[in-house]
Structure formats: structure tokens, C-alpha cells
């Protein structure tokens, strides 16, 4: 963790809208969904890290779904090449990945660095925004409609892709 803080400005950088790498990522989504989703340039997901040591404080705030001590992360990656452009790291293990996602710079700064028309695929552990677009859950004792579970369907091509290469 410490080695990515300190390479941090070296490699850590938002690509701006109009930029080619944005280019990129908008045709890389076109080309595995449909040319309505090229907005759709950015994704993010979370994962944890192991320690190597249960932490001498705080103790269960660490203790993961896994059930193992851990540190929480977050990465927002260019989907074309998989550049992380945010990062959010060090939230204890057992924190939530809609929680975590708040410590990001695009959460905080959504409306300055997406462009009007453009958002963020999440999967389902996401709040639904404008600029942030998740999965359709199944509602309590329901099915989804059947253009819920297209979306689905279709949005699901997004992230296997993304997590082939992941």
C-alpha cells in the first residue's frame, strides 16, 4: 500500500473527457454492448487485502465476509486498457463497498470529472445514481420485468470483459 501512495502522482491520473483515452474506453464499451452504453467509459469494483497479522486494535472492524483481517480498496479503471484512474485504499476490511466508494476523488467530484452523458459501471453493492449505473436487483417476493433482466443481461457483458481481464 505504501509503494502505491508514493506512486501515486507518477500514475494516478482522471483522463479528461474529450481525451484519447477516454476515446478509447467509450469505443471498447460500444463494441461489447450497444452504442447507446459508450458513455459508460469507466468502471469500479472493490476488493480487500489480507493481513498478514490479526491488527492489535479494533480487532473485528477488520474481520472481512471472508473471514479473514483485511484492508478494503476500491479501483476505478479505464475499461479498454484497465488503467486505474481513482483509488480509494485502507478502509478496514469489514466496511462495505458502497461505503468505501464514498472515500473516492469521483464520488466526491462526480460533476467535474464526468462528462455531461457519461458514468460509471458498478455492480449491485453500488447506490443507483445518474453517473453511476448498476445492475437491477430483484425486488422482495418479485421477478424482474423482462427489460430489467435485458439490461441485466446486456450490462453483464460489460463486466465480464472487464473482469477477464481483471
Known amino acids: 500500500m505504501v509503494m502505491v501512495l508514493d506512486a501515486h502522482d507518477q500514475f494516478i491520473c482522471f483522463p479528461a473527457g474529450d481525451s484519447e483515452d477516454s476515446d478509447l474506453a467509450q469505443k471498447f464499451a ?8 459508450r458513455g459508460g467509459f ?17 480487532v473485528e472492524t477488520f474481520y472481512d465476509r471472508k473471514s479473514k483481517y483485511s484492508l478494503g480498496s476500491q479501483a476505478v479503471i479505464l475499461l479498454h486498457n484497465l ?15 458502497a461505503f468505501a466508494f464514498q472515500s473516492t476523488h469521483l464520488y466526491e467530484e462526480h460533476a467535474d470529472l464526468l462528462p455531461d452523458g457519461h458514468w460509471v459501471w458498478v455492480d449491485s453493492a453500488y447506490p443507483l445514481e445518474p453517473w453511476c449505473i448498476a445492475p437491477f436487483k430483484k425486488p422482495h417476493n418479485r421477478q424482474l420485468t423482462k427489460n430489467q433482466k435485458t439490461f441485466n443481461y446486456h450490462l453483464s457483458k460489460v463486466f465480464f470483459f472487464w473482469v477477464i481481464f481483471n
Do not use: N
Open 83 to 97: 488503467l486505474i484512474v481513482d483509488y480509494s485504499l485502507g478502509h478496514p476490511g469489514s466496511i462495505h463497498d
Open 42 to 58: 469507466l468502471a469500479i469494483d472493490g476488493s480487500t487485502m489480507d493481513l498478514f497479522t490479526k491488527p492489535g486494535y479494533y
Open 30 to 37: 460500444k463494441s461489447y454492448t450497444c452504442p447507446e452504453w
